[in-house]
Every structure is written in C-alpha cells, then in structure tokens.
C-alpha cells in the first residue's frame, strides 16, 4: 500500500542530500516535491497545503543537530507531522451500555457487510465478546444472505427477518433478542445506496435515534480516494459517526483517503481492511502508518501478527527436535502454514524496514508457497519425516507429482538442508560460542569486536 506516496516523498527528501543546513529555500524546494506527492496521492488540496506549511514552519525553527543530517530532521518533523494528521493515536472501539450497539453505515459496494463480519470475528477472538450480526438492509435479499453465509462461517448468530421492511423494527427486535441472549455486542449492517440520498439519510439517521448506538462507523471504499473524503463528510453532516473503517486498503497504492479523512471530518479512522479473509482486519495506528509511508516499514505490525499465530507448547516441541536434529518436512510445512496465517507475503515483508521499496516492481503472488507446498505434499509420510531418503528416481516422482521440475525439487531440498542446520547452531549455545568467536578471529573481525 501507499507504495507510489512513499517513493515520490523519498525522492523530495533527495533535495536535502548533501546540504549542511536547513534554509528557506532547501526547504521550499523539497516541500514543494513533498506537496505535490500528496496530490498526486489524491490527498485533499487544503489538507496537503496545511500540512507542508506546518512541516515548514516547525523546520525552519529547529536546528539541525551535529548528529543529523537536514534530510533526516525533515524526515522526522514529517513524520510527526503525519502522525498528527492522521489522528495523533490510535481511537479504540467504546462498548458502554448492555449489550454496546455498534452501527455500520455506508454506500454500498464500499465492504460494510463483509468489515461487519470481519469486526464479529475480531470482537469474538481478540476482545472475548459474544457479538451478533443484525442484517438490516431491506432492500437487497443477497446482503441478507451473505451475512448469514459469513456468520456460519463464523460460528457467529446472524438476526434477520426477510418478512419485515422496516429496518429500524428488526433493529430493534435484535436488541431485545441480544438482552435476552446474552450476547453483549450487536453489529447492525444497515442498506446502502450506489451514492448518497435523502431517503437513504433518512433511513440510517432513523435508525440512530431508535437505537442509540454506543459506536456509528462509517464504512468506506479506501481506493475511491478524494470521493470517499467527500461522502464521508455528507454522511457525518448527518449522522455525526463515531469513526472511519477504511477497506481495501490492501490494493490503495495512493493514500489519499487515509492521509485527508481526519482533517476533513475530524473522526478518527478506527480500523483498515487488508484483504479479502476474515481476519484480514487491523487497528489503525496513525505512527505505524506513517512509520510504511516514509518508507521505514512496520515491525510492531509484523511482531504482533507472529504473536498471534504463536504457539507456546507447539514451539517447545519444535526446539527439542531442532536440537535432536530431527527438524523434518512436516515441521517446515508445518512452519510455512503459520505464515501464510499472517496475511499477504508482499505485505509481511512490506513491513520489514527497507523492504517495501525493494520490492515495489516486484510480484509476488498471495499464494507464494504453493509450489513448496505441493512438492512437499508428493512426497511419502516417510520421505517427510526422513529426507535422507530422497534419491534421484524419489525426486523425479515428485516433482511429476507435484507439477514442478527436478531442479525446483533440488532447490527446495537445498533450501530446507540449509534451513536445518541454521536451525541447529541458533538451538545450540555451544556452537553458536563457538562460530562467533570464528568470527572473530578471522581478518578484521567481528563489526564492533
């Protein structure tokens, strides 16, 4: 994401290189480059030009320290700067009242049906909630049905009656039916409209009033750009929304939506959609957004979804094989699955610092471990669990198997070979002693030994 903003803001800060010192005009030329990156980004007018006259400002009254170079002082004003004009901090979900009332609305086509799943999820398996998914949209049979085929999916309840066409009745029935349920969040995913119009306005500003929600999102199509900034604010004119729910910001390239919302609306932006999956859903954090757009990647992000797919007791058996040296194909499969379990491998390494513009011309496919997968699916629970016996005519039948050549076959091997005994002197102290003292005896030895 953001990948063209991120390379054009680079490229303005190239302007600083070699200069000793900040000065108005160093300052104004790189600005300058720095302004048009967030238009071409789709970034409101008003908002880039606010923004670029506030980094001036605060640049021209610094000094730049002996430590740093006037690109790097740039750098980090902007940073702040991007920071505060996405939203400062992250805004959390509020769930007062039994059970909290949570009320989506939107054009439709912008994802508020499949973020209300996605959100159920969320709340189920990170906050511990027992949610409910209300279909309200009369007007479209198929919305109805795909929140049910979400909830099965789920194991999340889906209220809804097709025989009813009045949305705000079937609200509130599925409130008295969450109270006497126990289920302390309701998700209501209401009708929406291919653009913005009074009866539409109408009908979700009714449905407020009867239910009084304790959260009002607003759900909106993050690729629209400058168009989602605008009926974001038509919608908070009228219905004043607690929050923005960006969606496929996964395929948003330009940023604009993300970088302008804030300071039109003055709501925060909630949560973002990466992906189609269920759990393809993140907490938007305004300085790891900014950490991705000046190209700095996002660690926090990457740890905490290997967190998430981190297994405690599965890892301890792992070590003790490792330091047997039995670290098998089922393992490596076993290991290549966790990450998949992440999320898009582009996006993963997008989040290691450095990686996003190394990678920007090139592609990688969502399911990029499908070949190993498939090799190592060809092969005998025995060649599995014991390598050693891949010979030549083992190969060959597993690469006719696996739809692969002898040579992806060889390469896979090497590489899991590797794998291995990386794997083996990282588990033993011993050897991970004594390789570093190698190290350090060989000619200019180890960097700051």
């Known amino acids: 994401m953001f990948e063209n903003l991120t390379d054009k803001i680079e490229r303005a800060f190239k302007v600083l290189k070699g200069h000793g010192q900040i000065t108005e005009i160093n300052v104004a030329e790189t600005l300058k480059e720095v302004r048009r ?9 008003k908002t880039a030009k606010e923004f670029t006259q506030s980094v001036k400002e605060k640049a021209l009254g610094r000094n730049v320290l002996t430590s740093i170079s006037p690109g790097q002082l740039l750098t980090k004003i902007c940073h702040e700067e991007l920071v505060e004009l996405m939203g400062g901090a992250e805004a959390e979900l509020q769930f007062q009242g039994s059970p909290g009332i949570i009320l ?60 009813e066409k009045n949305p705000v009745k079937i609200a509130e029935a599925a409130i008295q039916h969450a109270k006497s349920n126990s289920f302390n969040v309701v998700i209501v995913d209401t009708a929406g409209r291919l653009a913005v119009d009074a009866e539409m306005m109408d009908e979700i500003e009714a449905i407020k009033k009867a239910l009084n929600p304790t959260e009002t999102l607003f759900v909106v199509d993050s690729m629209t750009g400058q ?50 999956k269920m759990d393809a859903l993140d907490v938007f954090y ?8 000046l190209g700095m990647g996002d660690v926090v992000s990457l740890v905490e979804r290997a967190q998430e797919q981190f297994d405690e007791e599965q890892a301890r058996k792992l070590q003790k094989k490792i330091q047997k040296n039995q670290f098998d194909f089922n393992d490596f499969l076993g290991q290549l699955q966790q990450i ?51 010979n030549g005519s083992r190969k060959k039948r597993i690469a006719t198997g696996s739809g692969t050549s002898i040579q992806e076959v060889n390469k896979l091997i090497k590489q899991f070979d590797d794998t291995r ?9 011993q050897e991970m002693m004594k390789m570093m003292k190698q190290m350090k005896n060989m000619p200019g030895g180890m960097p700051g030994m």
């Open 286 to 293: 305004p300085q790891r957004m900014a950490d991705r757009i």
């Open 104 to 163: 989506m609305s939107g054009l439709q086509g912008s994802g508020k049906t499949t973020f209300s799943g996605k959100l159920a999820n969320f709340l189920k398996n990170k906050k511990g909630k027992k949610p409910l998914l209300v279909a309200c949209d009369v007007y479209r049979p198929a919305a109805i049905d795909q929140l049910h085929v979400l909830g099965d999916q789920l194991g999340i309840e889906v209220f809804s009656n097709k025989e």
């Open 340 to 390: 998949k379990k992440m999320g898009n491998v582009k996006d993963l390494l997008g989040m290691v610092p450095g990686m996003g513009k190394a990678l920007k011309n090139v592609d990688i496919e969502d399911d990029a471990f499908k070949h190993i997968e498939a090799i190592i699916h060809s092969m005998t629970p025995a060649e599995r669990s014991n390598p050693a016996l891949l």
């Open 227 to 276: 168009d989602a900034v605008n009926t974001a604010k038509a919608f908070n004119d009228r219905i004043d929304f607690d929050g923005v729910v960006l969606t496929k910001l996964d395929g948003d390239t330009r940023g604009g939506a993300a970088l302008s919302i804030k300071a039109v609306v003055d709501k925060p932006i909630k949560f973002v959609g990466t992906g189609e």
């Open 37 to 45: 990156a967030l238009l071409d980004a789709d970034v409101n007018f």
């Open 421 to 429: 005994k990386m794997m083996k002197v990282m588990g033993n102290k």
